[in-house]
């Protein structure tokens, strides 16, 4: 079973960074893994993911202010957040894509306001 540890949200002025993390347990080979983001009301959206060989792809309002990254050896997966916005604002939720199906962490708040 697979568990996460995600960390790293909380509340931060427009402009400002956060780094996100999320660490993945219970697993046995490496897959791709990414960030989803959900705004109160809206519907979960991709933000950002990245392959088990390190190629990533965000959506296009992320390019340019957020980097995703991985650290193979760790499990764990990480969100460079810079230059953010009120519109930013939401749960982000870290997960790991397996042939099985899709593994989803727990959530950690994002809020961008001043």
């Known amino acids: 079973q697979v568990q996460f540890v995600e960390s790293g949200g909380g509340l931060v002025q427009p402009g400002g960074s956060l780094r996100l993390s999320c660490a993945a347990s219970?697993?046995?080979?490496?897959?791709?893994m990414g960030w989803y983001h959900q705004a109160p009301g809206k519907q979960r959206e991709l933000v950002a993911r990245?392959?088990?060989?390190?190629?990533?792809y965000y959506v296009d309002s992320m390019k340019g202010r957020f980097t995703i990254s991985r650290d193979n050896g760790k499990n764990t997966v990480f969100l460079q957040m810079n230059s953010l916005k009120p519109e930013d604002t939401a749960v982000y939720y870290c997960?790991?894509?397996?042939?099985?199906?899709?593994?989803w962490g727990q959530g950690t708040q994002v809020t961008v306001s001043s």
């Open positions: 990245i392959t088990s060989s390190g190629t990533t």
């Open positions: 997960y790991l894509s397996r042939d099985s199906g899709v593994a």
């Open positions: 219970g697993i046995f080979r490496l897959y791709a």
